[in-house]
């Protein structure tokens, strides 16, 4: 026991991103190795000291400069893995509208390609429009939706990690019956339909396993979570800031997962050049990584073993707050205090309610339903940056594309976010703060809902110019075969509407992420940010519903509607949150709920600078950068 607490000690003083350790007397009552657990204890520092090495004085907090912290090497593999998930992923979902839309090829090879030189667009099953879009809604609608439940069992059963590694495997059996799918012969005598939807749906169940648990899993390796004063080599002072690092590593985290949605444009020629079997095959070569990485970085992580989730005592949070407060008293102020222990026994009421939490507990259900309620109006961003269902899709089968596949426009939408998440991380963002200028959160995000509304416009005007000037008219995405079959307008100008929404994803998801992981309590991390995903979903729930109409001669309206309704929602929310701009972002690490975390650095719990409650905002003037695509 001794080594090892000189060894994390030594290790502890040696590294500037480390918080301060526990005095020795208690490493004993503060160390825990779960029973068969390989990896080493780790630090319960939930009842450190208050005072640490290099604790900045209030008037250091407000004047000094902020900066980040190192960042893990093993952040970086996480990032890695990730990468990998999200190529694989996004090499398949761009394909879904036109494999399932579109018939054989006249001409073609035979493996789902066009005659090159043709106009003609790819294709195999010859399913129509409208099954296209319910096949590639209820894949992405299971995806997003799924998660709900995977994310509360790893909070509460499983753990994240393990999870993760299930969902790996279940993305290996998909990408292997996918690529079976792509066989000529298949397509040939119409059977590859049985293996092809097979393998869309074990997919989407790989990734509601693997997408709620990898980015609150990455965060799990940031240990740097209080703010110390550190001397830099010219001599400046300055604070080492838990936010900036947190915001630092969780950037990275987004460039590489747009990196890995570059994959779709080595699948998208593939297909319009190659054929399936290759479209197919490079999502699973990308996928192949994937199970040798987790094995590695099993032994190096900071794992958080599932310690039962808290939803239940949510609910009787929520029980206590009805019956002492009704249900006129909801959304006012002060609603959520009925239940705190200090208010049941200051109302003389401890024999009538027996609770389970402290009052920091409740602190965090009211702010996990506020950020909820946030989430709430993200689906219209979504329907706005994509187009509602695959209209955006069936928009570009109709514009010139010159030997340009169609789907692979849609990659613009990553590429301008790999272009912008730079400018305003270490642009834009420093400068507002060295302007002394807030930007918070609830701002980001209703930049990010006008711009989405803006978009929606593009791809509004840009469907009405294409059906007027149709050879087909407003028949246009439906297999036109008069003439060129495309109107005289450039897909490129699809860039506008699609870089657009790129950009607004990161002043909608990267806060939104953030929230999810800060407000939520320490053992419903996984289901919080899975509550995030699904409100994707719920846009995927509104395309697949509205399928009958996402196609000629509707399109024009299936993007003009969202467009109005974008702009409504964007002034009612802003005005219903305005006021968490003004409140502290914190992570909670609430002391009475002990996770029994293990791995090989030191976790640094709760004290007084990132304790769970809203305050003046010290510590942090922007968000987490977290933001896994949509």
Known sequence: MSTFADEKGDRARSSDNDAAVAPASDIEKMS????????????DTFTMDEEYDGKPTEEELHTLRRVPGSIPIIAYLICIVEF????????????????????????????????????????????????????????????????LFFGWLADAKLGRFKIICYGIGVFGIAHVLMVASGSKDLLANGTAKAPYFISVYILAIGAAMFKPNISPLLLDQVTTTVPKVITLADGERVIEDPESTTERVMLWFYLLINIGGFTGVATSYAEKYVGWWLAFLIPLILYLPLPFLMWFLYKRLVLHPPGGSDLPNVFRVLGICFRRGGIKRVGRHGFFDLAKPSHIAAAGLDGVYHVRWNDEFVEDVRRTFQATGIFCFFPIQYLNDNGIGNAASFLSTMLVTNGVPNDVIGNINPLSIIIAAPILNY????????ANIHYGPVARITTGLCMSTLGGVGYTLLNKYAYEQSPCGEYGSSDCTIGTGVAPISIWWMIIPYAIGGISELFINVPAYGIAYSRAPVNMRGLVTAINLFNTAVAYLIGLACSSVITDPYLTWDFGGCAIAGGIMTVLFYFTFRHIDKEEFVLSKN????????????????????????????????????????
């Open 32 to 43: 825990h190795t779960p029973p068969g657990d390989s990896h080493a204890p780790y630090h």
């Open 427 to 434: 642009g834009l963002y420093p400068f507002l703060r060295k």
């Open 84 to 147: 990998c998930e999200r190529a694989s992923y996004y090499g398949v979902q761009p394909l879904i509208s036109n494999f399932v839309n579109r018939p054989l090829p006249r001409g073609g090879n035979g493996w789902g390609a066009p005659p090159v030189g043709d106009q003609q667009t790819g294709g195999a099953l010859d399913m129509g429009t409208s099954v296209a879009n319910a096949v590639g809604q209820s894949f992405s609608l299971l995806a997003y939706g799924l998660p």
């Open 591 to 630: 002391k009475d709920y002990d996770i029994n975390m293990t791995g090989t650095r030191n976790v640094v719990g709760e004290n007084e600078t990132n304790k769970s409650s809203n305050r003046p905002a010290p510590i942090a003037e922007n968000e987490l950068m977290v933001s896994p695509k949509q």
